[in-house]
Each structure stands twice: as structure tokens, then as C-alpha cells.
């Protein structure tokens, strides 16, 4: 069986479902029960080779498959999850992420110092940079990356020894990243996945849809070592240092009082901001915030 379009999914007895993509062969041995077909939010098409039985039948078809029901989420409150109170570790993230956006890493060392102190783990914080190339671009998060690790040779070379932390969970080799993209999208807007799940720009640009769901909100929010709430705010850092991309960031705002952060918690964010960038920035993030409401 090769599959010719979409994200297929066969199943042997026993087995795991396996995910099968546009180009990919299986083998389906004899004898086995198995079944075979699209995915829950795309379509498919296949070619299908099989040699003739002695009994002069090439399939026996058996019983319908009843894939499990997954219930959607459902908000607690409407359209947000319950309030959260910032920790001075989560806060810790929004000079980081500004200074790595604004390429300013003599101030991105001391914010760093900062972060470990609080508690932010050295796999967290390298999640930090992978997260903003998507926001910022590979130069700035490279660089950012890349002063992180001088900053940890030094103080090793001190002798100060700071925490690994815990790597992201590993996923099956297979996973469909595009549709965990899209339940990523439905948990962090906290809607139903349907609302989330047609083309991006309406197919305008399938390769930036891909690129969205499938590799950020899909491959990294799947790493589940820096949660999405730490993750979001980051962006709303990185956006907010920007100054000129306020359809992006208000739409990140929304996600982040979604996520828990309430009026006064979001004060907390915007003044470890402005501590760092400065009133201007800090007034035009805060200007974008009073939109949403």
C-alpha cells in the first residue's frame, strides 16, 4: 500500500495506530487483521497491491473500525482557563525573551544570570531560543543561544554548576504534528479544534499553514518541557520589544489571558517589560492589551 496524498493511519491487531504521509510504503502481512484510512481532519488516497488468494478473494472485509471518541475541551470559564499567579521564575522570561528579540546581549547575560537564579532550568532555557526563531528569526535566537552557552562555560569555569532540568518527552517517530497543531491552537484559544482546523489565510499560503501548525504549534509547543503558558510569554515579550507587529501581538495577549493571566497579573508582566525596554515599548504593549477589552 503506498499513500499517494494526506496523513493516512493503519493499525494492526494489537498494535498502535501508525501514521502514514504522502510517499510512505506498508507492508500488510497476510493473515493479519488490519484496517486502513484517512486521518480525523484530512483526506487521503492510496494505491493498493495485493496478490490473489487461493480461494480467488484478494480482501476479507470484517467488522466496521470504532476508532475511540475523544472529548473536546471545554472551557472552565468562558473562554479561559483558571486565573494563574506569575511566579518570579515565569516572570523571569520576559527580559530574557526582550533582549534576545532586540539583539542586545550584553544586557541578555545579566537577564540570563537572572533567569537561573529564579529557577529556570538550562533545557528551559534553551527551549527559550528554539521557541523565538519563529518570532524573532534564527540570527537573533542563534545569537541569544549562543551567548547562553558562553554565559554557562563561564560559570562552570567558576564552579558554578547550574540545573539541567528535564528533557521534552519523546513522541513516536510517526506523530502527526499538523494535527497536533491544531489541537494545540484549540486548547490554547480554548475553543473547539473544528474552529481552528481549516487553512491558515485560506489556503492562500499552504507552505506558512504547514509551518504554523505543524512545526511551531505542532513539533514545539509538543515539548513539554517549557509549558505554554512560559512559551506565550515569551512571544508576548518578543512581539511586545518589536513595537511594529500589533496584529501579532494582540492576538498573543488574547492567548495569554486565555492561558490565566489576568488585568493585574498582566501589570506584573508589562513592568518587568518596561523595567527592561523602556515606557515607550512597554506603552504601546499595554495600548494593544486595552483593544481586547
Request: glycine share 6%; charged share 20%; hydrophobic share 40%.
Amino acid at each position: 500500500m503506498s499513500s499517494l496524498t494526506g496523513a493516512e493511519q493503519t493499525q494492526q491487531w494489537g498494535k498502535p495506530i501508525q501514521v502514514i504521509h504522502k510517499g510512505d510504503v506498508v507492508w500488510c502481512p497476510p493473515g493479519i487483521k488490519h484496517w486502513h484510512g484517512a486521518g480525523e481532519s484530512s483526506a487521503m488516497a492510496h494505491i493498493a497491491i495485493s496478490p490473489v488468494a487461493t480461494d480467488g478473494k484478494k480482501v476479507t472485509w470484517l467488522e466496521k473500525v470504532e476508532l475511540p471518541i475523544v472529548e473536546k475541551a471545554k472551557p472552565q470559564q468562558p473562554g479561559k482557563l483558571a486565573t494563574v499567579n506569575l511566579s518570579n521564575e515565569q516572570l523571569s522570561l520576559i527580559p530574557i525573551a526582550a533582549f534576545t528579540a532586540t539583539g542586545q546581549l550584553d544586557k541578555l547575560k545579566s537577564a540570563l544570570i537572572n533567569g537561573l537564579e529564579k529557577g529556570l532550568t538550562v533545557n528551559q532555557i534553551k527551549e527559550v531560543f528554539a521557541h523565538q526563531y519563529a518570532y524573532v528569526g534564527f540570527p537573533r535566537a542563534l545569537n541569544g543561544m549562543l551567548t547562553f552557552r558562553a554565559l554557562l562555560e563561564e560559570r562552570l569555569a567558576a564552579g558554578i554548576s547550574d540545573t539541567l532540568g528535564a528533557v521534552p518527552s519523546v513522541l513516536p517517530e510517526r506523530t502527526d504534528y499538523y494535527r497536533r497543531g491544531n489541537q494545540t491552537l484549540a486548547y490554547i484559544n480554548q475553543v473547539p479544534v473544528e474552529q481552528v482546523s481549516a487553512p491558515l489565510f485560506n489556503n492562500f499560503s499552504p507552505t506558512m499553514d504547514h509551518a504554523l501548525k505543524e512545526h511551531l504549534f505542532g513539533y514545539l509547543f509538543s515539548r513539554d518541557n517549557l509549558p505554554p503558558l512560559y512559551r506565550e510569554l515569551v512571544v508576548v515579550s518578543s512581539l511586545s520589544a518589536l513595537g511594529d507587529v500589533n496584529a501579532q501581538l494582540r492576538s498573543h495577549l488574547r492567548i495569554a489571558t486565555t492561558l490565566g493571566v489576568d488585568a493585574s497579573q498582566m501589570e506584573r508582566v508589562f513592568a518587568e517589560f518596561e523595567q527592561a525596554m523602556g515606557s515607550d515599548l512597554a506603552a504601546n504593549a499595554k495600548s494593544v492589551l486595552q483593544q481586547l477589552q
